[in-house]
């Protein structure tokens, strides 16, 4: 697993990855200066962020933020003071872990794990929630077109079905292609 440390402070940094080697993990890599930061995110391409603040501005905390929602990885984001804003707006931008005042090498491999679990959790309720909505929207479309083709042909709700599966079977497409060529040719005879 490759790991970026994202933390200015030599020292702290330090304790994350002694925490990371003891821990069994090699491959880290360290962003001292925050210049160009999600260039160098994307350069290096990790597998987890390990980002640590020590006592960040509101500044800070945004340009980490847009470092979180851009690059859909696991993110630990460590800070030595919080307010409810910033838990907030942590979660908002997709930090898996945000801890507060621990950052202590015993502790790495658990928050990591944690971490990582989170953001799978996460990462798989979006694609059930996609999914869901793509089959809506594949819904609607082919319920539009059965509606089409009823008032068009004067058939049943199920004999429109059956046609347009006829059609998507011989075709070889999906019954959703062919629903949305029925709606775009009636919109074309409208």
């Known amino acids: 697993m490759k790991i970026v440390i994202v933390d200015e402070s030599p020292i702290r940094a330090a304790i994350l990855e002694e925490g990371l080697r003891e821990s069994g993990f090699t491959d880290v890599e360290r962003i001292a200066a925050r ?3 999600l260039k160098r995110v994307y350069a290096i391409d990790p597998d987890v962020i ?3 603040l020590e006592n960040p501005s509101r500044d800070e905390l945004e340009q980490m933020f847009q470092v979180s929602r851009a690059v859909r990885r696991p993110v630990a984001m460590f800070v030595d003071q919080s307010d409810a804003a910033s838990i907030q707006a942590s979660v908002d931008a997709g930090v898996s872990a945000y801890i507060v005042d621990g950052l202590k090498k015993e502790r790495i491999k658990s928050i990591l794990d944690l971490c990582v ?7 798989k309720l979006q694609s059930e ?3 869901a909505r793509s089959d809506l929207e594949e819904r609607k479309t082919i319920d539009r077109a059965k509606g089409i083709l ?3 042909k004067k058939l049943s709700e199920e004999e429109a079905y059956k046609l347009m599966r006829g059609v998507a079977m011989r075709e070889s497409k999906k019954i959703v292609e062919i629903a949305q060529s029925i709606i775009t040719a009636s919109e074309l005879l409208k």
């Open 35 to 37: 210049h160009n930061l």
């Open 117 to 123: 679990s989170r953001f799978n959790a996460f990462a």
């Open 50 to 52: 390990l980002i640590d």
């Open 150 to 152: 009823m008032k068009a």
């Open 129 to 131: 929630l996609e999914r």
